[in-house]
């Protein structure tokens, strides 16, 4: 009896896998819709709400971009396609410590920003002095991190402003501001979150961005007809004028030619008298 539930039961194990199906994982617009990967599920809505991570690198195709990880939630299933939102990004720790070395001072900061469409991201940017800092120094320094990402947040969309930072432009602009006051060695934005997602919708181009960019015409091609006509006229006068030019020059080589004869002629004949003058 034993034996035959055994059996029975083994029947009635089916294999789960084949009742799966696989799904790519794209990117948002503003990181080129690019493919992330693919996952599997045997139902649509148990995809929703996972994470997947990749570096900018894979995106990119930059080799000095793999030190930036980037955190993608699936949000929308469309066929067999996984549509992902940006979540969050942040600088692998090896990086970091490249960074900080001894007798070096690193100030960090922690920003809740709200961006121009009502999104609200925290983000955690650092600086790394040349030399170690005071106190009022560092919170100098802090304020104008806090400042610059405040306001680079308010003036664009959470989608562009998560570029900007992943870009280094928001890095870039902290340096600048904050080179005055201290001379700071390196700014980043260590890590990034999104909070709360866009309250209102605003469309941006980002096909453009990411287009390849079109040959450019040659100096054939940017030619009109009327030019082409203009052209092929010139080069036919052009003709006829040196055809023109050969007879004359031909006319005007043969007397040069029989002058230089009667003068050889000539001499011949001088040298001739002057041996028989002298005999």
């Not at 960074?99 to 983000?123: E, L």
Request: charged fraction near 35%.
């Amino acid at each position: 009896m034993a034996k035959a539930r055994s059996r029975s039961a083994a029947r009635k194990i089916k294999d789960k896998w084949k009742a799966k199906s696989w799904y790519q994982v794209q990117a948002p617009a503003h990181f080129g819709n690019a493919a992330l990967g693919e996952t599997v599920a045997d139902e649509q809505q148990k995809l929703i709400g996972r994470v997947s991570e990749t570096t900018l690198q894979e995106l990119t195709g930059d080799f000095k971009q793999m030190h930036v990880k980037l955190a993608f939630k699936i949000n929308e299933i469309q066929g067999t396609i996984a549509k992902t939102d940006f979540v969050g990004h942040s600088l692998t720790s090896d990086y970091i410590r490249r960074m900080t070395r001894r007798n070096h001072s690193k100030i960090d900061a922690v920003v809740d920003a709200v961006t121009k469409d009502g999104a609200k991201i925290r983000v955690k940017p650092f600086a790394v002095s040349d030399k170690r800092t005071k106190t009022a120094q560092e919170a100098a320094v802090r304020q104008v991190m806090v400042d610059e990402i405040m306001n680079a947040a308010k003036e664009v969309t959470l989608n562009r402003f998560v570029r900007n930072i992943v870009d280094g432009q928001v890095a870039a602009r902290i340096f600048k501001s904050a080179k005055p006051i201290y001379p700071v060695r390196r700014v980043e934005v260590n890590k990034t979150q999104v909070l709360r997602a866009p309250q209102v919708e605003i469309e941006e181009d980002w096909a453009a961005e990411f287009a390849e960019p079109e040959s450019e015409p040659t100096v054939e091609e940017t030619e009109t007809p009327t030019e082409a006509a203009e052209g092929e006229a010139a080069e036919e006068s052009e003709t006829a004028e040196s055809a023109e030019e050969a007879p004359e020059t031909e006319a005007e080589a043969e007397p040069e030619a029989e002058a230089e004869t009667e003068a050889e002629e000539t001499e011949k004949a001088e040298a001739e008298v002057t041996a028989e003058a002298k005999e």
